[in-house]
C-alpha cells in the first residue's frame, strides 16, 4: 500500500513538472527576444565627432550641393548608406553604415582654363565680340571710338584702364594703315593682354614650410579664404582644396565659418570627396580658435597645406572685420600666412570693388579669386580689381561643378573673350 502510495505522488510531482516547464516554455516563447540595436551612427564631424550638440544638426547627407539644392554628390557618385531602422528583427552592422565615402581623384589643373574656355567665351561674348565688330567699321570715327569706350565700361573694366586702352589702340590703328581683320584682332588681344597683365604673380603660396635651423619646427602653407558671404567662398574653398590635392598637395581644411550652419558640414564634404580632414567647432563658436586647431592638426599631420574657410556675414560689417583681424592674428601665432584670397562675385560688378576696399583694409589680400564668371558678362571686373588692390587675380570660377575653378591665365582669358 505504502509503495502504492509512493508511486501515486511521484507520478503527480512528474505530471506537475512537466507542466510548469510548458507553462515557462511558452512564457519564454511569449518574450520578444532582445532587441540587438547597432551603436547609433553619428555623421563624422571632424573635431566634434565624440561631442554631442544640442542644436539639431543637417548630416552630410543633408547638405545641398553648390546650386542644386538636392545634395553634394554627383548623381551617381557613391553615397553614405541611410541610417539603420530602428526594427530590432534587422541588424545592421555598424561599420557598415559609416563607410567613408569614396576618394575622388581631381582632374589636374593644367589645361582647365582651356576646358572652361566655351563658358568664358559664352558670357564674355558681348565684350570681345561687340569690340571686334566696332573696330572692324569702315570709318573709325569719334562715335566709334566712343562706342568701344561704352562696351568696355560697361564690362565693367573701369573708366581710367578704359580710357587707356582706348588711346593705346587708337594709336596704333592709325600707326599700322591697313586694318585687316587678322591685324585688328591681334592688335586688340595685344592691348587686352596688356591691359589684364602679365608681370603679375598669379602663382599660389601652397608649398609647405620645412623646419628651420633656429630650432622652428615644419610647418604647412596656410590659406586663408575670406569675403561676404554668397560670393562663393565655401565652394571655393573646397574647390581649390580639389585643386591643391590634384596638384599633388595634401590639405587639412579648417571651417572657421561658424556663423552659418551649414557651411561646416558643406566644407566637410568636399573635403571628404579628396579626402581632406576639415577641423571644425561648435557652431556659433570661436573662428579663431578653429582656424588655430585647424593649423596644430595640419602641423600634426606634416600635410603642406592648411586652407581656412571664414564667415562672410556677421551682425555687423565692424564685427565682421574684427573677427577677421582676430582670425588672421590667432592663425599667426604659428607663423605668418601665406595667402589670403578675396573671393568676389563678378555678377556683382562695381560692389566687389567696394568689398575689396574694406577687405584690404583689415587683411594683407595676396590674390582675388573672381567667381561665377560664366554668369556675367563683365569679365572687365578683372581689370578693375587687380588695380584697386593692387593684387592679381589668381583663380576663376566659371561653374558650379568640383572642377569649375582654373587658375587665373591671363592670354587664355582674353583669347576666350575675342574668339580665335
Ligand atoms: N555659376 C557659378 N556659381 C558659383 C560659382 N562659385 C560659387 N557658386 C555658387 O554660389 C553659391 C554660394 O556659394 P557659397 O560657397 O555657399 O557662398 P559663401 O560665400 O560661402 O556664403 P556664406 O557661407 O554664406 O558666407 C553656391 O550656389 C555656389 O554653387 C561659380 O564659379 N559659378
Redesign the pocket.
Known amino acids: 500500500m505504502d509503495t502504492l502510495i509512493l508511486v501515486v505522488i511521484i507520478a503527480v510531482l512528474a505530471v506537475g513538472a512537466a507542466a510548469g516547464l510548458v507553462v515557462t516554455g511558452r512564457r519564454r516563447r511569449q518574450v520578444p527576444p532582445p532587441a540587438r540595436r547597432p551603436e547609433p551612427v553619428e555623421p563624422r564631424v571632424g573635431e566634434d565627432a565624440e561631442t554631442p550638440r544640442d542644436t539639431p544638426r543637417r548630416t552630410i547627407e543633408d547638405v545641398g550641393p553648390?546650386?542644386t539644392g538636392t545634395g553634394l554628390l554627383e548623381p551617381g557618385a557613391p553615397t553614405a548608406p541611410p541610417a539603420p531602422a530602428p526594427a530590432p528583427e534587422v541588424e545592421v552592422a555598424p561599420e557598415e553604415a559609416a563607410a567613408p565615402p569614396a576618394i575622388e581623384k581631381p582632374e589636374p589643373t593644367a589645361g582647365r582654363l582651356v576646358r572652361l574656355r566655351a563658358r568664358l567665351s559664352r558670357s564674355q561674348n558681348t565684350l570681345g565680340k561687340g569690340l571686334l565688330a566696332l573696330l572692324s567699321r569702315e570709318h573709325l570715327d569719334e562715335d566709334t571710338w566712343e562706342e568701344i569706350e561704352d562696351t568696355l565700361i560697361t564690362a565693367d573694366v573701369g573708366v581710367a584702364p578704359t580710357q587707356e586702352l582706348v588711346e593705346r589702340l587708337r594709336t596704333r590703328v592709325k600707326v599700322l594703315g591697313t586694318r585687316t581683320p587678322e591685324e585688328l584682332r591681334a592688335l586688340l588681344r595685344e592691348e587686352l593682354v596688356e591691359l589684364v597683365g602679365t608681370d603679375m604673380d598669379r602663382s599660389l603660396r601652397t608649398a609647405a614650410h620645412p623646419a628651420a635651423g633656429d630650432g622652428a619646427a615644419a610647418r604647412p602653407a596656410v590659406l586663408m579664404v575670406v569675403?561676404v558671404?554668397?560670393?562663393?567662398?565655401?565652394?571655393?574653398t573646397g574647390k581649390l582644396a580639389r585643386v591643391l590635392v590634384a596638384d599633388g598637395r595634401s590639405v587639412v581644411l579648417g571651417a572657421a565659418?561658424t556663423f552659418?550652419a551649414a557651411?561646416a558640414d558643406?566644407l566637410q564634404t568636399w573635403g571628404e570627396r579628396v579626402g581632406a580632414r576639415t577641423v571644425r567647432g561648435p557652431e556659433g563658436g570661436d573662428p579663431a580658435s578653429v582656424a588655430f586647431d585647424a593649423v596644430k592638426e595640419g602641423i600634426a599631420e606634416g600635410v603642406d597645406c592648411v586652407l581656412i574657410d571664414t564667415?562672410?556675414?556677421l551682425h555687423t560689417k565692424t564685427g565682421l572685420m574684427d573677427e577677421l583681424g582676430k582670425v588672421k592674428r590667432v592663425v599667426e601665432k604659428h607663423g605668418p600666412l601665406d595667402e589670403v584670397l578675396l573671393?568676389l562675385d563678378a555678377t556683382t560688378g562695381q560692389n566687389g570693388l567696394v568689398q575689396a576696399r574694406v577687405f584690404a583694409e583689415v587683411v594683407n589680400i595676396t590674390g582675388i579669386v573672381l567667381?561665377?564668371?560664366?554668369?556675367s558678362a563683365k569679365g572687365g571686373i578683372v581689370v578693375a580689381v587687380q588695380r584697386e588692390l593692387g593684387v592679381p587675380v589668381k583663380l576663376i570660377?566659371?561653374?558650379?561643378g568640383a572642377d569649375?575653378l582654373a587658375p587665373f591665365e591671363p592670354g587664355q582669358f582674353v583669347d576666350a573673350l575675342i574668339g580665335d
Not at 567667381?371 to 554668369?375: E, F, I, P, Q
Not at 570660377?397 to 558650379?400: H, I, K, N, S, V
Open positions: 553648390p546650386g569675403g558671404n554668397g560670393t562663393g567662398k565655401t565652394t571655393t565659418d552659418r557651411a558643406q564667415a562672410g556675414r573671393v567667381t561665377k564668371l560664366d554668369g570660377g566659371l561653374g558650379e569649375d
